[in-house]
């Protein structure tokens, strides 16, 4: 009997451990709402939430994302994210989540910003960005200031604004090793 039990309960782990994030669905039940869009009917077509906290943010949403331990500026770290639900429905969801430098520089902080996003936005141009290798493989799309990558099905924009007199291969190396830092 202890065997059986023991044999079950190792099936489970490996049904259940070899799972893979298309099977998780967004859970907002943890998050604020703070704007609905309705439309001339009365339907509600988008909900903007905030998280609680971070981990609050990155729990609710439908597929992986890892945010990078070292930023490149002194901070307190990711403020809680902003989700947005496009469609009311759970399935195309972007998450921005938003760290601001202690050292001001021309009356601002630098921001950078990590955007995700299940769907497909508007492509970046390639006439105005570079590709670049990030780890693993994966090609990135960079231009002063933003890299773009993918995994898997999830889209990834960084963008770094202010960083006061950053060249432009600094602001590359930055972007990429943030990036590196999310790929898993």
């Avoid at 039940?29 to 939430?49: A, F, K, P, Q």
């Avoid at 299940?118 to 933003?146: A, C, R, T």
Wanted: some cysteine; proline content about 6%; charged content about 25%.
């Amino acid at each position: 009997m202890k065997k059986m039990l023991f044999i079950f309960a190792i099936l489970l782990l490996f049904l259940f451990g070899c799972q893979d994030d298309k099977d998780k669905t967004f859970d907002p039940t943890e998050l604020n709402i703070i704007r609905t869009t309705w439309d001339e009917n009365g339907n509600v077509t988008s909900i903007n939430y905030v998280a609680p906290s971070v981990k609050d943010g990155i729990k609710a949403l439908p597929y992986k994302i890892k945010l990078p331990k070292k930023i490149p500026f002194e901070t307190d770290g990711f403020k809680p994210a902003f989700i947005d639900d496009i469609e009311n429905n759970g399935k195309k969801i972007l998450v921005t989540h938003s760290a601001y430098s202690k050292e001001i520089f021309q009356g601002n902080p630098t921001v950078l910003k990590i955007r995700a996003y299940n769907f497909d936005i508007s492509p970046p141009q390639p006439k105005y960005y570079d590709e670049v290798e990030l780890k693993n493989g994966i090609i990135g799309k960079y231009h002063p200031g933003d890299l773009y990558f993918q995994i898997g099905d999830v889209e990834y924009h960084i963008f770094m604004m202010l960083k006061g007199g950053l060249e432009v291969e600094q602001d590359q190396k930055e972007l990429i090793d943030i990036a590196n830092q999310m790929i898993y």
